[in-house]
């Protein structure tokens, strides 16, 4: 029997850039590429280069993790940029199967948030270590001291061992592309960050000579190639032609053999074809059809799939249909049911945390994912693309314990807010089933820092109400806290619908006297249906109008007749926020160029005898 040895591989480091949203990782990869002399010194660089894709560069967050890879003093650093938000933490999950250590991005004025909390603990369960970047230390009201204290303090909650809370931190401005190992003495580039990853990540180990064991940690999808595996190399050497099994640690009597046809390493920001790749390597993988994400790649004479955790489970869902308004197929050019299975399972390629189940009914699809952002961006997608279809309010998954107990997903929700508003914000959450577990002061006494424990069906729709309530002021995180027990019924909506009465084109006239009844949704000239929702009232019941009612005319002229109606402009609402408006008996129609919201049941007479059956 042979005795393989294990070896490092000096020359290569791993590492993944981790963060609450909005701590600035994704800048810090800029710069990292900059500096390391990626782009030629008269290129056109576009800012948060690695955030490639419409909605990550509109929204200003990362959806997907991407890999990228820089030269520095002979060593390779392949740099993971992952997403910050709650909602796309099964990409962070994943990723960090590839990677040797990580690069804990805190902001310096904010210090550890929600998220912050979710992603460390991630990497401290699979033993990594961590590099503290405290970043934006150029902010006027940057506090590093306190922000350490802070992190440190988290480690010890999320029971770290000795050799991580003995990390390193770094001081950086990512923006200003500079970082220094001193709070107080401002750095002139990213040299200590870089001197700090060789020095602190440990080379990636392997036996160059046994069977290859590559995993499969995230899927790429091209038009031309179809799947692209990445992952990194275990063990041995992958080789261009080579002949491997597929097999997966969750299911290893499934195997197939499949041929490696082309294989990649990540050089800045493209992707470079090589021949063949050793241990560490971190490798794309294109021409296998059927790879999927926790796929070990093994050589034929030595198959042992690598263990992969399994994913999050999804905590929200809402059912995708078929539009069956009287609107339907005017605008999109995706709108049948296999259109919309298809491209919802094509989803399933490259997004582990999704989900996606037949219905009894062959025109509806129910789609569970991590949050109302996750989902919304698969909407959005499909919006961009050309579908046209149907979505209902979001609901929580529920679960039942031994005892046959109903549980029901909670969130920690993290709020700051201005003094003033701290109680219309308790007061708000209370109604909705919210515990209140903390509450302090920050930033001198200015803002409000409060800490709450809530069901996950409080939280929908209310995003909206938050910035409403603060006047845009307020900042709100929330982090998914596991299933608690069922906490009784929670009104979505205290106000009505107001209901188009008849098909046509809402008319000024008819706008004119509906305005007086609440606040409208539509101006004039736009088409409208029976049962189309067109704005909300101030009362709790819902009212029908007639948007499309014209002015009698007649011979007679008075003085007044003849001037302007003066409307109120309508409230034209995004993708969101008509997903937090809509109620439990109302969809979500979407096109490509339109939203409108509806009830489930068209017809006046059916809704009235279906209401009165409650």
Do not use: W
């Not at 006027?140 to 061992?161: C, G, Q, S, T, Y």
């Not at 046959?404 to 201005?418: C, S």
């Not at 982090?479 to 929670?490: A, E, L, R, S, T």
Request: net charge negative; hydrophobic share 35%; proline share 4%.
């Amino acid at each position: 029997m042979e005795i393989y040895m294990r070896q490092k591989r000096e020359n290569i480091r791993n590492v993944a850039i981790i963060a609450h949203v909005d701590h600035g990782k994704t800048t810090l990869v800029d710069e990292l590429l900059k500096q390391s002399g990626v782009f030629r010194a008269n290129q056109e660089v576009a800012e948060r280069v690695m955030d490639s894709n419409d909605i990550e560069r509109e929204r200003g967050i990362t959806i997907l993790s991407k890999n990228t890879a820089v030269t520095y003093k002979d060593t390779k650093i392949n740099i993971i940029d992952t997403p910050g938000h709650a909602d796309f933490g099964g990409e962070v999950e994943r990723v960090l199967k590839m990677v040797n250590g990580v690069v804990l991005v805190v902001d310096a004025f904010e210090g550890a948030m929600p998220q912050t909390k979710f992603v460390l603990r991630k990497a401290l369960e699979l033993k990594l270590p961590v590099i503290v970047c405290i970043n934006k230390i150029d902010r006027p009201e940057a506090r590093p001291n306190e922000v350490i204290d802070e992190v440190l303090e988290l480690f010890l909650e999320l029971d770290a061992d000795d050799a991580q809370l003995d990390c390193p931190f770094v001081f950086a401005s990512a923006k200003s592309g500079i970082a220094s190992l001193e709070a107080d003495q401002p750095g002139t580039d990213m040299t200590p960050l870089f001197e700090t990853i060789l020095d602190y990540i440990p080379a990636p180990e392997g036996d160059p000579d046994a069977g290859t064991q590559a995993l499969i940690s995230t899927i790429d999808y091209n038009e031309y190639v179809g799947r692209i595996g990445v992952g990194k190399v275990d063990n041995g050497v992958i080789r261009v032609n080579q002949e491997v099994v597929i097999v997966n640690h969750h299911e290893p009597d499934k195997q197939s053999k499949v041929k490696v046809s082309k294989l990649y390493e990540f050089d800045g920001l493209n992707k470079v074809e090589v021949k063949e790749a050793g241990i560490g390597s971190i490798v794309a993988i294109s021409g296998i059809a059927d790879i999927h994400i926790g796929d070990t790649l093994c050589s034929p004479d030595a198959i042992a799939p690598i263990p992969f955790q399994k994913i999050s489970e999804p905590t929200i869902a809402m059912h995708f249909m078929v539009n069956d308004s009287p609107l339907a197929g005017l605008e999109g050019k995706f709108v049948t049911s296999r259109h919309i299975r298809d491209r919802l399972f094509r989803e399933l390629n490259t997004d582990v945390s999704l989900r996606v189940e037949e219905t009894e009914s062959t025109d509806a699809f129910k789609v569970s994912g991590r949050g109302e952002l996750h989902l919304s961006v698969l909407i959005e997608n499909m919006r961009r693309e050309g579908f046209e279809f149907a979505v209902s309010k979001a609901e929580v998954l529920f679960r039942t314990d031994e005892a046959g107990h109903r549980l029901e997903p909670m969130e920690l929700a993290y709020i700051d807010v201005p003094n003033e508003y701290a109680g219309a914000v308790i007061e708000k959450l209370g109604q909705r089933k919210g515990e209140l577990r903390n509450m302090g002061s920050i930033t001198g006494g200015a803002y409000t820092r409060l800490e709450f424990s809530i069901p996950s069906r409080g939280l929908i729709g209310y995003r909206g109400e938050f910035m409403t309530d603060t006047k845009g002021n307020g900042i709100l995180n929330t982090v998914f806290d596991g299933y608690g027990p069922y906490k009784g019924d929670i009104a979505y909506r205290k106000q009505g619908s107001l209901i188009a009465f008849e098909a046509g084109e809402s008319i000024t006239y008819g706008l004119y006297n509906a305005q007086e009844r609440g606040i409208l949704f539509i101006g004039p000239g736009e088409k409208v249906y029976s049962g189309m929702v067109v704005g909300q009232t101030g009362k709790s019941e819902d009212i029908e109008i007639n948007v499309c009612k014209k002015k009698q005319l007649t011979n007679t002229r008075s003085s007044s007749a003849d001037e302007a109606l003066r409307l109120t402009p309508p409230k034209v609402m995004s993708l969101e926020q008509a997903l937090d408006f809509i109620d439990t008996d109302e969809l979500l129609e979407i096109t490509p160029s339109t939203l409108r919201i509806r009830k489930k049941i068209l017809d006046p007479t059916l809704r009235k005898r279906a209401n009165n059956k409650k």
